[in-house]
C-alpha cells in the first residue's frame, strides 16, 4: 500500500543501457537521455580515476585523447570491461535524468545486453541503487527489443526478433511472454566498422579511424548491390607513404568489406531458425521477421536476410530506440514485468 502510494509519487525510469548507446525513459515524459555509452576518464598523478566526460561529449574524444585521458566504452562486447567506469555512467546518467524532478526514490527497469553473466547483472544492479534508486528490475534484451517493435509477445505466438546493436546481435524467439529461445554473438556494429577500416587498408593502403569507418558504413554501406552505387571520399593516412592523403570509396566496396559479418548475422539467425520448435517455427513463416536496434538500419539488410531464409523480414519503427521503447512498456506493465525480470 505505501509502495504503491510511493510509486504514484516518483519518476519512475526505464534504462536501455547498450553497448553502443545508453536510453533513459522517465515514465510519462518520454525519452530524456539518448547518449553514446562511452566515458572519458582522466588519470592524476597517482593514477587515480576522474571522469571528464560520458555520454556524447566523451565519444567526441574518442582517438583524439593525449595520454592521460582515455575514452572508454565499459560495455563494449556485451560484457562489462570495467566496472568501476560501468558504475560510474549508470550514476551519471540516472543522476543526470532525475535531478531535483521527485522527492521519492525511482523505481527503475534496466535493459542489459543478453549475455552477461550473474555477477556482472548483479554489478549493474547495485550501481543504480547506489545511485539511488528504490528498486531495481532487469530486463532481457531480446524481449525488450520485441516489446517495443510492438510485437505481440503475450500471444500463444512465435515472434522472432534480431536486435543489432553495437557489440552484439541477439536474436530471441518470443511466444506467450517468454523467450523460448535465444542466441547473442559479439558480431555487430563495431564489428562491421573494424571490417571496413582493415578493408580499407588492405585495399586502398589507408589508415582510417572506426569512427571514419562508422561514418562510411551509415553513408553508403550496403548488404546487398545497389541499382546505382553510391560514392564518397576518405580522407586518412597512407600506410606506406605515411602522408594524408584522401580516396574516393563506393558501396560496392562496403558492400565487400562488410561481406563477412553480416554472412555470420545471417548464419547466426539461420541457426536459431533450425532450432525453432516447428509449431513455433510456422508462426515465424507467417508473422515475419523484426529487425532492432541501430544495425537494422543497415541499406539493404533486411533483403539480405530475407533473401537468405526465404521469409519476410520487417524493419521496426526506430530501430535505435525500439529497446527503450519496450524497457519503458515493461515499466507501464507490471504483469509483463514480473515475467521477464529476474531478481537475484
Ligand atoms: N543508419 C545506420 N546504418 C547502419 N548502422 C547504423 C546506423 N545508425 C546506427 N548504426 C549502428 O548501430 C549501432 C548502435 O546501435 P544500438 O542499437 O544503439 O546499439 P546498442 O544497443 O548495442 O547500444 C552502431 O554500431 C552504429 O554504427
Ligand atoms: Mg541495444
Not at 509477445?153 to 524467439?173: C, H, M, S, W
Not at 541499382?227 to 580522407?235: C, G, H, Q, S
Not at 507501464?332 to 525480470?341: G, P
Request: aromatic share 4%; with cysteine.
Amino acid at each position: 500500500m505505501f509502495k504503491k502510494l510511493l510509486g504514484r509519487f516518483s519518476n519512475d525510469m526505464a534504462i536501455d543501457l547498450g553497448t553502443a548507446n545508453t536510453l533513459v525513459l522517465i515514465k510519462g515524459q518520454g525519452i530524456s537521455i539518448n547518449e553514446p555509452s562511452v566515458v572519458a576518464i582522466q588519470y592524476d598523478k597517482h593514477g587515480q580515476e576522474h571522469i571528464l566526460a560520458v555520454g556524447q561529449e566523451a565519444k567526441d574524444m574518442v582517438g583524439k585523447t593525449p595520454g592521460n585521458i582515455k575514452a572508454i566504452r565499459p560495455m563494449k562486447d556485451g560484457v562489462i570491461a570495467d566496472f568501476n567506469v560501468t558504475e560510474m555512467m549508470i550514476r551519471y546518467f540516472i543522476e543526470k535524468s532525475h535531478k531535483r524532478k521527485s522527492f521519492f526514490s525511482p523505481r527503475i527497469i534496466i535493459c542489459v545486453p543478453y549475455g552477461l553473466t550473474q555477477v556482472e547483472r548483479k554489478a549493474v544492479k547495485e550501481s543504480a541503487l547506489n545511485a539511488g534508486a528504490r528498486y531495481v528490475y532487469l530486463i532481457e534484451e531480446p524481449m525488450a527489443a520485441a516489446i517495443g517493435a510492438g510485437l505481440p509477445i503475450k500471444d500463444p505466438n512465435g515472434n522472432l526478433v534480431v536486435d543489432i546493436g553495437g557489440g552484439t546481435t541477439e536474436i530471441g524467439v518470443i511466444s506467450l511472454g517468454g523467450l523460448v529461445l535465444s542466441k547473442s554473438i559479439r558480431i555487430a556494429g563495431d564489428k562491421l566498422d573494424a571490417s571496413i577500416a582493415n578493408y580499407i587498408k588492405q585495399k586502398f593502403n589507408l589508415l582510417v579511424g572506426d569512427r571514419v569507418a562508422e561514418e562510411l558504413k551509415i553513408k553508403i554501406g550496403t548488404a546487398v548491390p545497389l541499382e546505382e552505387d553510391l560514392v564518397t571520399v576518405v580522407r586518412g593516412r597512407d600506410s606506406v607513404e605515411g602522408s594524408l592523403t584522401s580516396i574516393e570509396v563506393n558501396s560496392e566496396h562496403l558492400r565487400e568489406a562488410m561481406k563477412e559479418p553480416i554472412r555470420e548475422i545471417g548464419e547466426a539467425l539461420k541457426s536459431v531458425l533450425e532450432e525453432t520448435p516447428p509449431d513455433l517455427a510456422g508462426d515465424i513463416v507467417e508473422n515475419g521477421i523484426v529487425l532492432t536496434g541501430g544495425g537494422a538500419l543497415i541499406r539493404g539488410l533486411d533483403k539480405y536476410l530475407s533473401d537468405l531464409v526465404k521469409l519476410p523480414v520487417y524493419i521496426a519503427e526506430d530501430p535505435l530506440l525500439a529497446v527503450a521503447r519496450g524497457t519503458g512498456k515493461a515499466l507501464e506493465e507490471i504483469d509483463i514485468l514480473q515475467q521477464t525480470s529476474y531478481e537475484d
